[in-house]
T-cell receptor, first 112, second 114 residues
Framework: DQQVKQNSPSLSVQEGRISILNCDYT??????FLWYKKYPAEGPTFLIS?????DKNEDGRFTVFLNKSAKHLSLHIVPSQPGDSAVYFC???????????FGAGTRLTVKP | DADVTQTPRNRITKTGKRIMLECSQT?????MYWYRQDPGLGLRLIYY???????NKGEISDGYSVSRQAQAKFSLSLESAIPNQTALYFC?????????????FGPGTRLTVL
């Protein structure tokens, strides 16, 4: 029972264009959402997060959008850079609960 | 130096063997976690610990046990390894302060059970 789903296993974009990675969830009790980035042979690293009281959070080139009614969040990267090529995991948890659920990941390739 | 280290980084073992994966952290965090990553499934939580005396089962704890020897050390054991435990294993930590949601991951241990 995957409560967090990333339906696109891969995404390829041109350098300088926008990358949009999507994530859907089924558990309405989730109220905190995170994106992690993972390079080969390394552990995931935290990228950006959003709580359910917001619908947008921005950090430099990275913006996360949350649509609670649709149980959907997305990560926008603009402009995309070759160094952004990695696997991106969406994760979610309930308030004050560290049982975090992860999506299967989306492999982003940014072409020069 | 890495804040979260895992040993070994790679391990090949045989069915039925006992295996221990170790995790150490220098971040001073109270909370520690063990995850496994499988293709197409993302990361799944095996066990987590809020302090030395607090151990909690995660989503997929069957076949695993853990020990929190100190604030900085959290080990994962497979008492009798089986092939479907072949996976990439990650240790992670988080801070008790704040909401504790952001987790810091080690580099992973690739375990193969033949």
């Amino acid at each position: 029972d995957q409560q967090v789903k990333q339906n696109s296993p891969s995404l390829s974009v041109q350098e300088g264009r926008i990358s949009i990675l999507n994530c859907d969830y089924t558990n309405s009790m989730f109220d905190y959402f995170l994106w992690y980035k993972k390079y080969p042979a390394e552990g995931p690293t935290f990228l950006i997060s959003i709580s359910s009281i917001k619908d947008k959070n921005e950090d430099g080139r990275f913006t996360v959008f949350l649509n609670k009614s649709a149980k959907h969040l997305s990560l926008h990267i603009v402009p995309s850079q070759p160094g952004d090529s990695a696997v991106y995991f969406c994760a979610a948890s309930e308030y004050n609960n560290n049982d975090m659920r992860f999506g299967a990941g989306t492999r982003l390739t940014v072409k020069p | 130096d890495a804040d979260v280290t895992q040993t070994p980084r790679n391990r090949i073992t045989k069915t039925g063997k006992r295996i221990m994966l170790e995790c150490s952290q220098t971040k001073g965090h109270d909370r520690m976690y063990w995850y496994r990553q499988d293709p197409g499934l993302g990361l799944r939580l095996i066990y987590y610990s809020f302090d030395v005396k607090d151990i909690n089962k995660g989503e997929i704890s069957d076949g695993y046990s853990v020990s929190r020897q100190a604030q900085a050390k959290f080990s994962l054991s497979l008492e009798s390894a089986i092939p479907n435990q072949t996976a990439l294993y990650f240790c992670a930590t988080s801070d008790l302060e704040g909401d504790g949601h952001e987790q810091f991951f080690g580099p992973g241990t690739r375990l193969t059970v033949l």
